[in-house]
């Protein structure tokens, strides 16, 4: 159980487009899920936490207008990079939370590249 | 802020053997949860082992154990019987009941497993 899928697996597109990635809780519901991204080597740093119905909530130096998130069902939350560039290029991490037990479980990640 | 730490960026170990892994947070709250989350090569976050602060008996998983020593702030993972798959990084995380459940996490420790 608690399987968290995420789609696409990885993407390449080019500067000043938008990708779209989709976080969806498989066998469980939650009401929050988390968006990470993590560059080589380093630990997950949280970008930004999405609550089903309501706007989601941006770590401070996140740039909200650039990364747009939706969590429109209890299953799905999305991320739009919206005008990628080279610099957004990295791994990004969904994760949603199942309760109980108060546990955050995570996608397999996208890779993200700009070119 | 909470803040975990894990002193220990690299560890090896030969198969077979057993390896501990140290993890010391620092909380002024007296109930919370701590996570041991594994990441391999193909970089999916899989949740390892989960440990209730109110609890005092450690939680164990198979071959994979804690030593949850609340009064000194350390958690630490162990590994028995060690085999090539636990390969990767581990992540040592902290949630607690304030606001989003938000997971702070330390900076990783790679282990590597010697054949």
């Known amino acids: 159980g608690a399987v968290v899928s995420q789609h696409p697996s990885w993407v390449i597109c080019k500067s000043g487009t938008s990708v779209k990635i989709e976080c969806r809780s498989l066998?469980?519901?939650?009401?929050?899920m988390f968006w990470y991204r993590q560059f080589p080597k380093q630990s997950l740093m949280l970008m930004a936490t999405s609550n089903e119905g309501s706007k989601a909530t941006y770590e401070q130096g996140v740039e909200k207008d650039k990364f747009l998130i939706n969590h429109a069902s209890l299953t799905l939350s999305t991320l739009t990079v919206t005008s990628a560039h080279p610099e957004d290029s990295s791994f990004y991490i969904c994760?949603?939370?199942?309760?109980?037990?108060?546990?955050?479980?995570f996608g397999p990640g996208t890779r993200l590249t700009v070119l | 802020a909470q803040t975990v730490t894990q002193s220990q960026p690299e560890m090896s170990v030969q198969e077979a053997e057993t390896v501990t892994l140290s993890c010391t947070y620092d909380t002024s709250e007296s109930d919370y949860y701590l996570f041991w989350y594994k990441q391999p090569p193909s970089r999916q976050m899989i949740l390892v082992i989960r440990q209730e602060a109110y609890k005092q008996q450690n939680a164990t998983e198979n071959r994979f154990s804690v030593n949850f020593q609340k009064a000194a702030k350390s958690f630490s993972l162990k590994i028995s019987d060690s085999q090539l798959g636990d390969a990767a990084m581990y992540f040592c995380a902290y949630t607690d009941f304030q606001g989003a459940q938000k997971l702070v996490f330390g900076q990783g420790t790679r282990l590597t497993i010697n054949p």
């Open positions: 066998d469980f519901q939650a009401t929050t």
């Open positions: 994760s949603a939370r199942a309760s109980p037990p108060d546990t955050q479980y």
